[in-house]
């Protein structure tokens, strides 16, 4: 279709493939090489990341057996566990050392346990103290209870002056 206008005679059609000397017939076959081309490329670069040896950012570090310092951290769940519903108190949340009597450096020994406002129990090493709590080591100073892997320390409370005696200056 070839457009004139008054005095310019015919105007060149707007398409840029003729421009550059493709003419409509192999229009076609240019594009499927052009875009074959692209997939070539995109594929060889694929190729090159994935097979590409990457050293990690940080060396890997051996934990050995014996280290206790990454399970001396508990983690609070009691304000989690009061969103699904669970009653405080009811799961042995509320456990207070009252007396150790320990034995040797290995943990073992028995301690005295008030849990949930109830009366002292006296419990050794290993027991249950309630569902899924159980009294992990005992030591001069403190317990370490394990409540369903997650570890916590309670201290013996420190001992407070009883009344009638004036410290001296």
């Known amino acids: ?19 550059i000397g493709i003419s409509g017939a192999n229009l076609p076959r240019v594009c499927t090489f052009v875009l074959v081309l692209a997939l070539a490329v995109t594929i060889t670069g694929w190729a090159l990341d994935f097979t590409a040896r990457r050293t990690p950012s940080e060396r890997v570090r051996p934990v050995t057996v014996g280290n206790s310092a990454p399970r001396t951290q ?7 566990a009061f969103l ?3 009653l405080p108190g009811a799961d042995g949340s509320n456990i207070k050392l009252v007396g150790v009597i320990a034995q040797g450096k290995r943990g073992q020994g028995i301690a005295l346990l008030a849990v949930d406002g109830r009366p002292p129990l006296a419990l050794r090493a290993g027991a249950e103290i309630a569902a899924g709590v159980t009294l992990a080591e005992v030591r001069a100073d403190r317990v370490v209870v394990s409540r369903s892997g997650a570890v916590q320390e309670i201290r013996m409370p420190s001992k407070s002056t009883p009344d009638g005696i004036v410290k001296a200056r």
């Open 1 to 19: 279709m070839v457009r004139t206008l008054r005095g310019a005679g015919p105007m060149l059609r707007n398409r840029p493939w003729e421009r």
């Open 84 to 86: 699904f519903g669970a």
């Open 74 to 80: 508990a983690a609070d769940i009691a304000p989690i």
